[in-house]
């Protein structure tokens, strides 16, 4: 069954289109890459889906559950986590704390009210783990490098535990050796999570996809396994029209 | 969240022995200015209520002196409908003089000392509702909300100023009967009458710090340092917003009432810009971060006044503008952020030093002649 369902998918900024009819099925338990030279409208499609934007036409469905006129908070309820581009923690708080943030299974005034401690413990002390942040808990955010901003958003969102998780650019600022963690991270989470994650990084893409989308201009290019993409005449002329030698990489 | 919570006790702690031991023993526990003093606590109060909006959740209230004063008007209506008993009609002195023919129907259930105290906290939690429904669900924030919260505090104001006969006008509402709560008359010049004011403020203070250092504080937090973000976890960030101004609201609600006890009369001033602006300052100055911190702002900053403006007279306000200028200069986050960066500078060498002991040893466990030099 597909877990998330673009249905002719189209958002006008103006004149531009950003995102244009676009039709995309995710299965349950996928990882898709999103690829497509700079200002496609992959990260318009992204904030399409979790409600940052509101399309200007088309529907999202989230199973079987319309959620093309839910604000962002039910949206997150009904099961869509977000990573953005750049790493959006919040800084003036621990780790420990953003992560308290992101365990929002219960997310009413009514329980937050009762809550008082966050003890490491359970999926918290797994979370760490996972990302390493296990020495870090009373580290401000602020604090922390580039690359382990980027694990604490992913670990928020693992806090989170949606069924979809929309990552944008997870790798951007990491090194080689924290790109390829972050590869078998994403690689563990396929089966229990859908994703859908855009990348430029055709290394990192390699290791991790299974099914790749190509968007250009708005519009869906190509879509199929890697191979299949990279061999697709229309995908290497966009990359060549656009940033030259990028889907070589 | 839990070690914030520990200090966050001490000082509360500290807080208390100082209000309830301290500032009565420093005139001796009796006399004329624990009537001064209450008026501090009370004034210390709505200074903690602005810190729960504005430093916890980012809404600045410039508006807070609404609240305050409507606490403060429902407790004068009370007791002057206590004073006017024997009046005709019941009716205050004043309705008689513009010709009101019969008690207003929304003077009657002042009657009723119950509802008095009840609705001095819920109708400044309803109007916040009601207005925070507006503005966050709308997604209205920073300087938009302290537009709109100061406008609507300047119309209520004007209202009550025109709509004289109902509200007493430009004078307010005088020759207020003490209060008689539950057959204790009360006496605003006496310790017991300031022990009730701490009471109210201690109370205020940890129904406030219950709701800061709770997960929902922790989202608020969150939320002041970007709300967009925190809807993406599934926050209804527009209801948090409304919780944190409605608390600090009844919070208001609460001091004004007390407010009008001490002084014994209500009168449009105490919505006014200048105690609004006020307000924002012994915050400001104590630190918005801590409820605690804001009302020993608001204590300070009183308590200089009544010594300093004997002096000075009418250089006092200015000296409040420049303490103010020199604060946001120097202190952006108050005497509080003075005490937060010490305390965490501390805490970052205890750790440090608590890391290396622990490395040593287990270095020195490892390898006898251990090199020193790799310890991190
Ligand atoms: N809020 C907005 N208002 C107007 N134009 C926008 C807005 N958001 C995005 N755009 C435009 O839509 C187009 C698609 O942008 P988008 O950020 O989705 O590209 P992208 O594929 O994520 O690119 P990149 O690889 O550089 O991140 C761009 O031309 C961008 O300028
Ligand atoms: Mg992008």
Known sequence: ?249 | MNTGFKIDCIGYGLFAAFVLLVMPWMVDFSGYELNSYARYLALGMVAAALALSWGTAGILNLGQALTFGVGAYIMAMHLKLRASESLPGGMPDFMGWTNVEALPWFWQPFHSLLFTLGAGVLIPVGIACLLGVFMFRGRITGVFVAIITLSLMLAVQLWIISEQRFTGGENGITGLAPLNLFGWSVDTYELSFYYLVAGCLLAGLAVGLGLVRSKAGLVLRAIKADPERVRFFGYDVARYETLAFATSAGIAGVAGMLYALVLEFASPTYMGLSISLAIVIWAAVGGRESMVAAALGGIGVNMAEGRLSDLFFDQWTLMLGVIFIAVVLFLPRGIYGLVATARDYLEARYTERVAMALNREQDDAARPVADRGEVK
């Open chain 1, 1 to 249: 069954m597909a877990a998330l369902t673009l249905d002719a998918l189209t958002v006008k900024f103006g004149g531009l289109v950003a995102v244009d009819h676009l039709d995309l099925q995710v299965r349950d338990g996928e990882l898709r890459c999103l690829l497509g030279p700079n200002g496609a409208g992959k990260s318009t499609t992204l904030d399409l889906i979790c409600g940052k934007t509101q399309p200007t036409s088309g529907r999202i469905l989230l199973g079987n559950q319309d959620i093309t006129n839910l604000p962002e908070f039910k949206r997150a309820r009904a099961g869509v986590g977000r990573k953005f581009q750049t790493p959006t923690v919040f800084k003036d708080l621990t780790v420990i704390e953003n992560l308290e943030v992101g365990r929002s299974s219960e997310p009413g005034i009514l329980t937050t009210l009762r809550v008082f401690r966050s003890p490491v413990r359970g999926r918290m002390k797994e979370v760490l783990g996972l990302v390493g942040l296990e020495n870090e808990i009373r580290t401000r955010a602020e604090n922390l490098s580039h690359g382990q901003m980027q694990w604490l958003e992913i670990a928020m969102l693992l806090m989170q535990d949606c069924r979809v998780i929309l990552m944008d650019e997870p790798t951007a600022g990491m090194t080689v050796q924290e790109t390829s963690q972050t590869a078998s991270l994403l690689r563990e989470l396929r089966g229990d999570h859908t994703m859908i994650v855009v990348e430029h990084d055709m290394t990192f893409v390699r290791e991790i996809a299974e099914t790749v989308t190509v968007m250009d201009q708005g519009a869906l290019l190509s879509e199929g396994s890697i191979e299949a993409v990279e061999a697709d005449p229309a995908v290497r002329e966009a990359y060549l029209a656009d940033t030259g030698d990028e889907a070589h990489a």
